[in-house]
């Protein structure tokens, strides 16, 4: 694949340079949506059966409204044209992968349930005693560099699962210190995510009690992220926020392995047609998912001398999916890679208008700002209201 912008080189990505990519083969988002091998009626399907397990949510965690796992879109204070989805204040884990983490283990439960002849009338007998003594018999892992991980502890333990979280040395302490709290078993691994995939992964073979829950390839990851699509466009035109082919919603998404991007950029695509551009942002030390496109494959940033140190705890990922580089490359419009101070000065800008954004969700409005400040657009801030306050401080520099 080649660069589609006289900007780029893939010498520059090498140097942890900050670049702008732009996809030489754009197809009609119709065709691009057939392309992607997923089937349509996904994030519908998704977005029902959160509605079905709402009852149980709220039931589980009562900080959850009515149990809706919903964000809204909200204005950017003094930007003009530009939107906010407010993923960082999901409940329970304040972040996008509540949406993922949350999907997987729910399905999984309703077939642990049935598997053991508990045929559940409804969600919420999954809260019940019966339940519990299925699910406390089962063991759940996931390797995560932090909001996974937070996402997958917080729903399996709450259900009663036995569950273990393998992080990567990029994971944040207070993050460990919250699963263990909420009664996740935290695995600590000197290595990066993949080491912690990796032994998360070989920990739950052959064992036909355990479940892994598999961030470099879930369909049911997927699915949960692809929900964000229906809700996101009910939402928008509540807001009358135009757009078209015409003059098409800019979409930006941070990227990590690019399991939540993928399924939010196909969900909004089934939604929203031909009226959206995507746009994928990473670190410039952690460019997994432009590689993976330059390449053809998933290919180890570590290869390109990339790997090193960032603020973004939650895209500190040297390789990137497979399923979500086979949904991501006909739908995504470009790519761009951005500084550390970039992310934080952005997250510094949202803290000051009252939002609470890691560096990990605030890469959304630095690749904004790299691609020219376009509009209409939507930054898709991914995580943060739940980084404590003492925390977020030291990030951003402020005494």
């Known amino acids: 694949m080649t660069a589609g912008s006289e900007r780029f080189s893939v010498q520059l990505v090498k140097e942890a340079q900050p670049v702008r990519w732009l996809a030489p083969r ?10 992607c091998g997923q089937p ?5 399907r998704a977005a029902e059966d959160f509605r079905r397990w709402a009852p149980l949510l709220a039931a589980l965690f009562p900080s959850m409204a009515g149990g809706a796992v919903e964000s809204p ?3 950017c204070e003094g930007e003009a044209g530009l939107w906010l989805k407010m993923d960082c204040c999901l409940p329970v884990t304040g972040s996008v992968k509540t949406r993922g983490g949350f999907y997987e283990v729910l399905r999984h439960a309703e077939r642990a349930a049935l598997e053991s002849g508990l045929v559940a009338g409804t969600a919420l007998e999954l809260a019940g005693a019966e339940a519990r003594a299925v699910f406390s018999s089962r063991r759940l892992a996931v390797g995560s560099t932090g909001n996974l991980g937070l996402s997958v502890g917080s729903i399996g333990a709450a259900l009663g699962f036995q569950t273990t979280v393998h992080m990567s040395r990029d994971a944040k302490a207070w993050k460990k210190e919250l699963l263990r709290r909420r009664g996740a078993e935290v695995v600590e691994h000197d290595g990066p995510y993949s080491q912690a995939v990796a ?8 064992d036909p009690m355990a479940h892994f829950v598999d961030d470099e390839n879930s369909p049911l990851l997927f699915a949960g992220y692809s929900a964000a699509g229906p809700e996101t466009a009910r939402q928008l ?27 939010v950029a196909f969900g909004l695509a089934c939604a929203l047609g031909s009226g959206v551009r995507f746009w994928l942002v990473e670190p410039v030390q952690f460019p997994c ?10 290919f180890p940033v570590t290869d390109w001398g990339l790997g090193g140190q960032t603020e973004a705890d939650g895209l500190a990922v040297g390789t990137a999916s497979a399923l979500a580089l086979r949904v991501l490359e006909p739908l995504v419009y470009g790519a761009l890679t951005v500084r550390n101070e970039n992310m934080i000065d952005w997250s510094r800008r949202l803290r000051r208008r009252g939002v609470k954004a890691e560096p990990s969700a605030a890469a959304a409005l630095a690749g904004w700002e790299a691609a020219g400040r376009p509009t209409p657009a939507l930054a898709w801030l991914t995580g943060g209201s739940l980084v404590p306050s003492d925390v977020f401080d030291q990030i951003l520099g402020v005494s």
């Open 237 to 263: 035109a509540a807001e009358g926020i135009a757009f078209s082919a015409d003059r098409p919603l800019n979409v930006f998404l941070p990227c990590g392995v690019g399991g939540a991007p993928a399924g």
């Open 40 to 44: 349509t009626d996904v994030p519908l």
């Open 73 to 75: 879109v909200v204005r």
């Open 289 to 298: 998912v432009l590689a993976g496109l330059l390449t053809g494959a998933p």
């Open 199 to 206: 032994q998360g992964r070989a920990a739950c073979q052959g």
């Open 26 to 35: 754009r197809l009609p988002m119709e065709a691009a949506v057939s392309a």
